[in-house]
Nanobody, 123 residues
């Protein structure tokens, strides 16, 4: 059974940093597209960043480019978040595809999801 478990959320002030981690179990993740999504209260879920198998390519939402960095190592994917803003406040979810079809961005079909970790940025 595939499981994704996130950690690293918390509360920081504007300009601070957090590092989110996601550990996968129950399968091999080396050949899956992995990503981070977020949902703020009253808003739709947003794709934050994705990374292809092997880490050769990545996608970032315009709102986080230059501030967030996604990386992966075997069954772990991390999201380094710097220069955090109040608008980054949300529940952050780790996700994985079932297979890799060559596409890995916010429109890719992510089949597996973690329970989420809360990030709160105060002004």
């Amino acid at each position: 059974q595939v499981q994704l478990v996130e950690s690293g959320g918390g509360s920081v002030q504007t300009g601070g940093s957090l590092r989110l981690s996601c550990v996968g179990s129950g399968s091999t993740f080396n050949w899956r597209c992995m990503g981070w999504f977020r949902r703020a209260p009253g808003k739709e879920r947003e794709g934050v960043a994705t990374i292809s198998p092997g880490g050769g390519s990545s996608y970032y939402a315009d709102s986080v480019k230059g501030r967030f960095t996604i990386s992966r190592d075997n069954n772990m994917v991390t999201l380094q978040m710097n220069s955090l803003r109040p608008e980054d406040t949300a529940m952050y979810y780790c996700a994985s595809t079932l297979t890799y079809s060559g596409s890995c961005d916010d429109r890719t079909d992510f089949r597996y999801w973690g329970q989420g970790t809360q990030v709160t940025v105060s002004s």
